[in-house]
């Protein structure tokens, strides 16, 4: 156990017992125990392997390379569509994790068989994400805005492109846009 991340598990509210059966049965993996992201990640050899977290409605366990794991009992969710490569398994209530135990070591253990193999997660490239019809006509009417866009890294530009193509409303995605000009200009990404 890392002091550090006690605080953590101090802190919580909702879900303390879960988190804390949570804690022991991935430090009973022989996992190291840190502190990123301001939750607690449990390392194999400084890589990351899985972390724990809470929200609202539920507490889990994240999957740094989940999308690499077998999942043969159909537990690992895909928090939302554009996440690659995490996954999660969520639990509601202390029940759950106790059933799940052999089932959470044995993905665990595989998770650390994934990193010593050093597979690696093929990433969608960013040159692969729909570029919105409002954002196209802006960067055929500038220029000076396509030159930057494709000057920003390839992170940067995946972060723009899902910003301005979630909302349902051209109007929306429009008024998105022209937001966000003047930083892709100044070449800052979404959230500089």
């Keep these: 156990m890392n002091p550090k991340v006690d605080f953590y598990f101090n802190k919580a509210g909702k879900w303390q017992e879960e988190f804390e059966k949570l804690r022991m049965i991935i430090l009973d993996c022989d996992l190291t125990e840190e502190l990123k992201w301001g939750v607690p990640c449990y390392t194999y050899q400084n890589s990351n392997i899985v972390l724990i977290h809470g929200f609202k409605d539920y507490c889990a366990v994240l999957f740094i ?3 690499l794991l077998k999942d043969e009992l159909g537990i690992l969710i895909q928090q939302t569509e554009n996440v690659q490569a995490g996954r ?3 639990f509601t209530n202390l029940q759950e994790i106790i059933a799940l135990e052999p089932a959470l070591k044995a993905y665990i253990f595989e998770a650390i068989e994934v990193e010593k193999a ?3 997660v ?6 692969e994400y729909t570029v919105p019809e409002e954002f196209q006509h802006q960067l055929e009417e500038m220029p000076a805005l ?4 494709e000057a920003l890294t390839p992170g940067r530009q ?5 910003y301005f193509s979630a909302p349902k409303q051209s109007k929306t995605r429009e008024s998105r846009i022209e ?6 200009l100044k070449g800052k990404g979404l959230d500089d």
Excluded at 146 to 149: D, L, N, R
């Design 118 to 120: 050093g597979l690696e």
């Design 65 to 67: 390379k989940g999308s």
């Design 146 to 149: 396509k030159a930057a866009f």
């Design 179 to 184: 937001k966000y000009v003047e930083n892709i």
């Design 122 to 127: 093929n990433f969608k490239k960013h040159t």
């Design 88 to 90: 999660q398994v969520r």
């Design 158 to 162: 995946r972060g723009y492109l899902l």
